[in-house]
């Protein structure tokens, strides 16, 4: 089944806008959530990751909020630019001793319109 | 001083054949993947592999095999290969866990687009 939950699947926001992403898990045993940008012909990119101990983090224009009691976390983009156009997936890791395990949410594809 | 690199970038083939696709990493990371994106962008783990053991998607058929010569390298071999197996294939790797600095990145290759005819 999907362990992560990733809504919605497409977002079109106008320049300047708000672009905001969330996710949902039920696994306690994840305990860093990284957010990946996708842009077309390449593959994904680390954009900005989190840890469960704190509620935020704040890169430039891109934030993770992140609500462990909720077991949610979400993408805010501020200030949306045309280049921001890409699809976004969000994730969650644990570490057994057979490596880091990575599960992603199903995506979501940004549109940002000049 | 490409960190994940793929080949080949482009694979057209018949339904039936076999292909593989190679992958290799100048990371020194111990942790390799194979990811399969479909047309509506979705990421589905295939194979993770670390220090020679592999752990296997259970929807992974098992003509799909991954074959590690060497901790960089990390190729996928298809069997019969399908029209459903045509996607966007991506090779990944991770640095050993409990490493101090972004320990949990994972960093992606460029991708094998297989089109199977």
């Known amino acids: 089944q999907q362990q992560v939950k990733q809504s919605p699947q497409s977002l079109i926001v106008q320049k300047g806008g708000i672009s905001i992403i969330n996710c949902a898990y039920e696994?306690?045993?994840?305990?860093?959530f990284p957010w990946y940008q996708q842009f077309p012909g390449k593959g994904p990119a680390l954009l900005i990751a989190?840890?469960?101990?704190?509620s935020e983090k704040k890169e430039g224009r891109f934030t993770i909020s992140f609500n462990k009691s909720a077991k949610q976390f979400s993408l805010h983009i501020m200030d949306s630019q045309p280049g921001d156009s890409a699809t976004y997936f969000c994730?969650?890791?644990?570490?057994?001793?057979?490596?880091?395990?990575?599960?992603f949410g199903t995506g979501t594809s940004l549109t940002v319109i000049p | 001083d490409t960190a994940v690199s793929q080949t080949p970038k482009y694979l057209v083939t018949q339904m039936g054949n076999d292909k593989s696709i190679k992958c290799e990493q100048n990371?020194?990371?111990?942790?390799m993947y194979w990811y399969k994106q479909d047309s509506k962008k979705f990421l589905k783990i295939m194979f993770s592999?670390?220090?020679?053991?592999?752990?296997i998607n259970e929807t992974v058929p098992n003509r799909f095999s991954p074959k590690s010569p060497d901790k960089a390298h990390l190729n996928l071999h298809i069997n019969s290969l399908e029209l459903g197996d045509s996607a966007v294939y991506f090779c990944?790797?991770?640095?050993?866990?409990?490493?101090?600095?972004?320990?949990?990145?994972?960093?992606f290759g460029p991708g094998t687009r297989l089109t199977v005819l």
């Open positions: 990944a790797s991770s640095p050993p866990t409990g490493t101090e600095k972004i320990y949990n990145e994972q960093f």
């Open positions: 696994n306690t045993a994840f305990d860093y």
């Open positions: 989190i840890r469960p101990d704190v």
């Open positions: 994730a969650a890791t644990f570490h057994p001793n057979t490596g880091n395990q990575f599960y």
């Open positions: 990371l020194g990371h111990d942790t």
């Open positions: 592999y670390n220090n020679k053991e592999l752990i």
